[in-house]
Nanobody, 118 residues
């Protein structure tokens, strides 16, 4: 029922930055825990970062200190600021939403490609 629309992917050089955006609709945004996952070539989908309705955050060890997840309640939007990008960050990045009151309600965006050249 939740609709997630992502944007911001692209091609960047190593050391560069990108900001991904995900707009959520169809639910009460304040009830959604939001996150970003990624799936690189030949790899399984993995957690990148999450942010709760109370703004607590969690990051994969591989991105700590480089990526920042945030949310804007007024815009129903979650962001992923990616700095100091590395070639190993190359992946399709997916926005994720989970209803904190109904944990089985999990939704995914369509994915946006991030490619980091060496």
């Amino acid at each position: 029922q939740v609709q997630l629309v992502e944007s911001g992917g692209g091609l960047v050089q190593a050391g560069g930055s990108l900001r991904l955006s995900c707009i959520a609709s169809g639910s009460v945004f304040s009830l959604l825990a939001m996150g970003w996952y990624r799936q690189g070539p030949g790899k399984q989908r993995e957690l990148v970062a999450t942010i709760s309705p109370g703004y607590s955050t969690n990051y994969a060890d591989s991105v700590k200190g480089r990526f920042v997840i945030s949310r804007d309640s007024a815009k129903n939007t979650v962001y992923l600021q990616m700095n100091s990008l590395k070639p190993e960050d190359t992946a399709v990045y997916y926005c994720n939403a989970r209803n904190v009151r109904v944990h089985s309600n999990v939704f995914w965006g369509q994915g946006t490609q991030v490619t980091v050249s060496s």
